[in-house]
Nanobody
Framework: QVQLVESGGGLVQAGGSLRLSCAAS????????MGWFRQAPGKDREFVAA?????????YTNSVKGRFTISRDNNAKNTVYLQMNSLKPEDTAVYYC????????????????WGQGTQVTVSS
């Protein structure tokens, strides 16, 4: 069973940057597509970004294109990252990483493994 643990969230001013990390254990991390989702209070969980097992396929939701970058380390660290630049107040949410077998998908129900989430708060 894959276990995912996110870190790196926090409070940042608008225009600032954060890097989220998601460390995986207990499974074959390098075979999973990994995704980042976020959920703001009172809203549905929404897709942010995803990266295929080898990094060859990457997708982003439109609102973060050009500002966020997803990457992964399949070697010793078994970690997926989300570099977030030019943050906006509307990026405020709990951010979750997730894993699935198969190609990247933008729908939460297609992911089998989830972390506990990390809070990102962007002040104006």
């Amino acid at each position: 069973q894959v276990q995912l643990v996110e870190s790196g969230g926090g409070l940042v001013q608008a225009g600032g940057s954060l890097r989220l990390s998601c460390a995986a254990s207990g499974g074959t991390f390098s075979s999973y597509t990994m995704g980042w989702f976020r959920q703001a209070p009172g809203k549905d969980r929404e897709f942010v970004a995803a990266i295929s097992w080898g990094g060859g396929t990457i997708s982003y939701t439109n609102s973060v294109k050009g500002r966020f970058t997803i990457s992964r380390d399949n070697n010793a660290k078994n970690t997926v990252y989300l570099q977030m630049n030019s943050l906006k107040p509307e990026d405020t949410a709990v951010y979750y990483c997730a894993g699935r077998n198969g190609l990247p998908r933008g729908v939460a129900r297609d992911y089998d493994h989830w972390g506990q989430g990390t809070q990102v708060t962007v002040s104006s």
